[in-house]
Antibody
Framework: QVQLQESGPGLVKPSQTLSLTCTVSGGSISSGGYYWSWIRQHPGKGLEWIGYIYYSGSTYYNPSLKSRVTISVDTSKNQFSLKLSSVTAADTAVYYCARDTIVGASDYWGQGTLVTVSS | EIVMTQSPATLSVSPGERATLSCRAS??????LAWYQQKPGQAPRLLIY???TRATGIPARFSGSGSGTEFTLTISSLQSEDFAVYYCQQYNNWPPSTFGQGTKVEIK
């Protein structure tokens, strides 16, 4: 059973960089066949897909966030990470990591972590 | 970007009754559509992919249909654990995928 777990600071100051890591267990990122994604949910709102990374390091980012997002992978630790720069209060959300199948549906999700942007 | 529109926003249903949720895409997504269930404080759970294929472990009372721009999620006989928010997601023009705004299924 694949499990994902987000970790990182729950509070980030405006203009700083949000950094989160997702640790995958029960499956290997480097085995291929899946994309590893970040998705966020603003409080009481819907879901917004942020971007993904493949084990090879290839990435794709949502155009709406592309200028501020970096997703990286560390296959030796079976982890992938999200960095979102120049954050504002509008980036306050629950951030989920997820495994995307080859066709795009997300079949495994982390429990989510709330990140608040506030001074 | 493909816009996904779900209706209704809230659906009030009695336990044991059928629930029918709709999702419309702003342009054709073929059958590249998924449905998710989300309960308070939990991550979304994949229910349906490919518009009509149940994900592993999903009960048969959940069924999906449709193609192109019109999709339906049907819960044949609502159980207490089914009261939640449901999201549709298109992944035809992926990346990026886009989600609907959700339908809340509440107890009548």
């Amino acid at each position: 059973q694949v499990q994902l777990q987000e970790s990182g600071p729950g509070l980030v100051k405006p203009s700083q960089t949000l950094s989160l890591t997702c640790t995958v267990s029960g499956g290997s990122i480097s085995s291929g066949g899946y994309y590893w994604s970040w998705i966020r949910q603003h409080p009481g709102k819907g879901l917004e897909w942020i971007g993904y990374i493949y084990y090879s390091g290839s990435t794709y980012y949502n155009p709406s966030l592309k200028s501020r997002v970096t997703i990286s992978v560390d296959t030796s630790k079976n982890q992938f990470s999200l960095k979102l720069s120049s954050v504002t209060a509008a980036d306050t959300a629950v951030y989920y990591c997820a495994r995307d199948t080859i066709v795009g549906a997300s079949d495994y999700w982390g429990q989510g972590t709330l990140v608040t942007v506030s001074s | 970007e493909i816009v996904m529109t779900q209706s209704p926003a809230t659906l009030s249903v009695s336990p044991g009754e059928r629930a029918t949720l709709s999702c419309r895409a702003s342009q054709s997504v073929s059958s590249n559509l998924a449905w998710y269930q989300q309960k308070p404080g939990q991550a979304p759970r994949l229910l349906i992919y490919g518009a009509s294929t149940r994900a592993t472990g999903i009960p048969a009372r959940f069924s999906g249909s449709g193609s192109g721009t019109e999709f339906t999620l049907t819960i044949s006989s609502l159980q207490s654990e089914d009261f939640a928010v449901y999201y549709c997601q298109q992944y035809n023009n992926w990346p990026p995928s886009t989600f609907g705004q959700g339908t809340k299924v509440e107890i009548k």
